[in-house]
């Protein structure tokens, strides 16, 4: 469903849903074995694609979806 929506890449979804139940970028990060910065950079995407600045919104905006 997200990736049709807002065309998300596989790493991204799995990083959203990781902030969905609340993980931290650096949580994240740690549980897929990628820098932080990857992390960072695949949530700056992630907003830019849901036209979110936040990860309070994209929370909110995920868990509507669901």
Same mark, same amino acid.
């Given at each position: ?10 790493? *991204?979804? =799995?990083?959203? *849903?990781?902030? &969905? ?8 990060? +740690? /549980? $897929?074995? &990628?820098? &932080? +910065?990857?992390? /960072?950079?695949?949530? /700056?995407?992630? $907003? ?5 600045? =936040?990860?309070?919104?994209? &929370? /909110? ?6």
């Amino acid at each position: 469903m997200l990736k049709s929506i807002y065309e998300l890449t596989p790493s *991204e979804i =799995r990083l959203a *849903e990781s902030i &969905v139940d609340g993980l931290t970028p650096a949580e994240a990060a +740690n /549980r $897929f074995h &990628v820098s &932080v +910065n990857t992390t /960072r950079s695949q949530l /700056r995407a992630l $907003f830019a694609k849901t036209d979110t600045q =936040r990860q309070a919104e994209l &929370v /909110r905006l995920l868990s509507g979806l669901t």
